[in-house]
């Protein structure tokens, strides 16, 4: 009985593990800037740490728990990030409480990707492999050149929508009324957006994707995600339906990801297109390896270390993304070395005896 007690508390301190460490770095993070020990390029930094956090969680949520490559993953981080501003800056008179406004804004982004992840699902989720990382490439950049073509603003009227496709028409062509606000400025992205995202909403989103996501894989659905990674034939024979179950997972990460671009994309005065472009996705998919193929507390700490390292390198000028680069390929190497992975294993197993012991010992009914 007392060993069955101890693997349960062990399972649930692994399980609480990374809430506890995105909660303990938030409070370190605050005493820091409280202390005014933290320098100013840094604290810009916290929100596009936490929103990177979220796109790798919810991408290892794809790659890592589903098993399918997909590389075109900024393609839904932009669509919740130019949606959430979209929704604020229409919002700003109808809804001053700029928490409000953010978490309606996040939650619009949120609802945009989600229906772009079922409509791309539909014919994607049926590739597999190599076939469907190039069809979700080729998804990520359409929706970035749409992007690029989209003018759209705001009056008392409502919503002003024109897509330039042939590079003709401008903001001018919207017939905005007096007071009218532009938000998207075709090429130009949105400019003059009024930033609202924090380091507070960036931390609860973390936990919230978090708490999504474990208890997703813990569920029927994503027990049944997991069987069709494993042997999809031996799923489909006890009656698994693999596209529903695909399509669940894929629609759940996709919504994460426009939730973590609508945060991202309020944390600046302006936006292009660009910045979701390939080299984002690749990023992001580095984040997910390197920390490991469903291991959610490695995305976390990968997201967060080779987001803050080219930060940390700046003193060293032309040489910093070499070293950046150098850095990348050692810990790549060595998180693929046996003896590295036991050492990291045992690291882990310390640390989770440490919370085994600091919960309270009961005695059990049926403990003699």
Excluded: W
């Amino acid at each position: 009985m007392k060993k069955l007690q101890k693997s349960n508390l062990q399972s649930v301190s692994g399980s609480a593990l990374p809430y506890i460490v995105v909660v303990a770095a938030f409070f370190i993070v605050t005493l820091l800037q409280k202390s005014g020990n933290l320098e100013q390029h840094m604290q810009g930094m916290l929100v596009p740490v936490c929103c990177y956090i979220v796109m790798a969680l919810s991408l290892n949520l794809t790659v890592g728990i589903m098993g399918e490559l997909s590389i075109g993953h900024a393609g839904f981080m932009s669509l919740g990030a130019f949606s959430g501003v979209v929704a604020s800056q229409s919002l700003i008179d109808a809804v001053p409480n700029t928490a409000l406004r953010l978490a309606l804004s996040i939650a619009c982004g949120a609802c945009v990707a989600a229906v772009g992840g079922f409509l791309i699902g539909l014919p994607v989720l049926r590739l597999r492999g190599d076939y469907l990382a190039i069809v979700t490439l080729a998804f990520g950049e359409i929706i970035r050149d749409i992007i690029t073509c989209l003018i759209v603003g705001h009056d008392k009227n409502g919503l002003h929508i024109l897509f330039n496709f042939r590079g003709t028409k401008t903001v001018a062509d919207l017939e905005l009324v007096e007071g009218g606000l532009p938000i998207i400025k075709g090429a130009q992205g949105a400019i003059g957006t009024t930033k609202i995202s924090s380091f507070g909403a960036g931390v609860i989103l973390i936990l919230i994707a978090l708490f999504i996501i474990l208890n997703f894989i813990k569920s029927r659905t994503g027990r049944a995600v997991i069987a069709i990674r494993d042997n999809r034939i031996a799923a489909e024979s006890v009656g698994v339906e693999v596209m529903k179950n695909k399509m669940i997972a894929f629609v759940i990460s996709t919504t994460l990801a426009g939730a973590a671009g609508a945060l991202y994309g309020l944390n600046y005065t302006s936006l292009a297109a660009d910045k979701f472009d390939f080299n984002k996705s690749i990023l992001v998919l580095v984040f997910v390896v390197l920390g490991g193929l469903g291991n959610m507390l490695g995305s976390i700490i990968s997201a967060t270390v080779l987001t803050l390292l080219p930060e940390v390198l700046r003193g060293f000028d032309q040489y910093r993304m070499l070293i950046y680069a150098i850095v990348l390929i050692l810990v790549m190497l060595a998180t693929n070395s046996p003896k590295m992975k036991a050492l990291l294993q045992k690291l882990l197993q310390d640390v989770k005896t440490l919370l085994f012991k600091a919960v309270p010992k009961r005695k059990s009914e049926g403990e003699v």
